[in-house]
């Protein structure tokens, strides 16, 4: 079982940058799968970003189309933490974003990762 707590969320303007960040403690499988989504209130969850590893080593990342090119998502394998690194902010990018983990490597879809974190709160302005 995987402990995940999220930091980093605030307010960014339009145009802004903001990094997330992701603590993870507990136990991890040998392969698994990391990731980012986010929630906005009355509104289905969305992937946003994955890594997939093995060891201590990332094999792959994904980005959704809707942050392919502004975000950037990272390990620190060493520390068990995970980062977002959210470029040139949207009003659309909603607001609630999680990290979650998953046994094995599995796709960016939340019926497939078994630990969530409470989540983190960002709010971006026009």
């Known amino acids: 079982q995987v402990q995940l707590v999220e930091s980093g969320g605030g307010s960014v303007q339009a145009g802004g940058s903001l990094r997330l960040s992701c603590a993870a403690s507990g136990d991890m499988y040998n392969q698994y799968s990391m990731a980012w989504f986010r929630q906005a209130p009355g509104k289905e969850r969305e992937g946003v970003a994955r890594?997939?590893?093995?060891?201590?080593?990332?094999?792959?990342?994904y980005y959704a189309d809707s942050v392919k090119g502004r975000f950037t998502i990272s390990r620190d394998n060493a520390k068990n933490m995970l980062f977002l690194q959210m470029n040139s902010r949207k009003t659309a990018d909603t607001p609630n974003y999680y990290c979650?983990?998953?046994?094995?490597?599995?796709?960016?879809?939340?019926?497939?990762?078994?630990?969530w974190g409470q989540g983190t709160q960002v709010t971006v302005s026009s």
């Open positions: 890594v997939l590893c093995e060891g201590s080593s990332v094999r792959d990342t």
């Open positions: 979650a983990t998953a046994r094995g490597w599995v796709p960016l879809l939340g019926n497939y990762y078994n630990d």
